[in-house]
């Protein structure tokens, strides 16, 4: 039997977990794939020449679930559980192309910034304003959600710009006038002296496929709830895992001792309200192409 494949996810607990044999503890055979994490995002290539003009990018986290069949892309070393926004992971397991676990999720801290020059220092400025998200990913529908409090949908655009380090390449090398990134992004942009304009916190949810044991998912998530406890408790023993998680590129630009602590574990259950309210929500706005009729109902959809 294959050993189960960890793939970090630009947070700390796995780090943690693995510091301190929580993995082990669980009785978890696995191995911590630490060399396929975004650290090895290519640069944007748009970045690299002053004249390029930014290339929409229509593949996000919810097509990588579709590609790899409930794990989040196609490639052979892609983790065994992974995680994403949970409006993506839902609406990917109502489809069957995953399983969501439904004992837990994160919530992380993230935000729309701008340039420190900007014009725009209130949300109303944001209007007809171009604001780079990933495109089916936390960072596009967070943005709709936060935006919509102070716009009218209409005068909301949003730019799709790949990946959450595509999207700050994009952003050092002023080709966006804003953009909604979250966790060790947004600490890296703030040190490069963006500016919040309004939080776009937002909650992600653990997908596996179905040919994975979910007892193994079980022992996965317990090992990182504790390492939660140890990060909440002293973060500055661990904020320096943040650098396995930067693209060489940044990695001297910024102190990570100055980071928050980004994604963070909650050991509550994805009821089934929120479930079926985030479907309506999802549907409300037409982000699919299927109606919200489509697909199995929040006990198939959900691991319990």
């Known amino acids: 039997m294959s050993k189960f494949l960890i793939q970090p996810h630009g947070r700390l607990n796995d780090w943690v977990a693995e510091e301190r044999g929580y993995f082990a503890d669980e009785g978890l055979d696995y191995v911590l794939n630490a060399e396929v994490t975004d650290k090895a995002t290519p640069q944007l290539a748009e970045a690299l020449s002053p004249d390029a003009q930014i290339k929409e ?22 983790g065994d559980v992974s995680c994403a926004c949970h409006w993506t992971v839902n609406q990917s397991a109502k489809l069957q192309d995953g399983v969501m676990y439904g004992k837990a999720y994160s919530v992380c801290e993230a935000a729309v910034v701008v340039p420190a020059e900007s014009i725009v220092h209130e949300p109303e400025a944001l209007a007809g304003v171009d604001v780079a998200v990933g495109y089916h990913s936390g960072s596009h ?43 060790p992004q947004l600490y890296l942009l703030e040190q490069h002296g963006f500016r919040r304009v309004v939080s776009t916190t937002f909650m992600m949810g653990y997908m596996f496929p179905t040919d994975i ?53 909650v050991p509550q259950i994805y009821t089934r309200e929120m479930f079926d309210n985030t479907q309506a929500w999802m549907h409300d706005r037409n982000l699919f192409d299927v109606g919200a009729e489509t697909g199995v109902s929040y006990d198939t959809a959900v691991y319990r």
């Open 57 to 78: 990018n229509l593949f996000g986290a919810f097509e990588r679930y579709a590609e790899g069949h409930g794990r989040k892309g196609g490639q052979a070393d892609a």
């Open 141 to 183: 529908y967070s943005a709709l959600q936060a935006l919509e409090v102070f716009l009218d949908p209409k005068e909301i655009t949003l730019k799709f710009v790949g990946t959450s380090w595509s999207r700050v390449d994009a952003a050092v090398a002023g080709k966006i006038p804003a953009v909604n990134v979250w966790g």
């Open 213 to 265: 044991n979910p007892e193994d998912v079980e022992k996965y998530i317990r090992a990182l709830i504790r390492a939660q406890a140890d990060i909440d408790a002293e973060p500055e023993k661990f904020k320096h895992y943040f650098l396995n998680e930067l693209p060489d590129r940044y990695v001297n630009t910024v102190d990570v001792r100055r980071f928050g602590v980004g994604e963070r574990i």
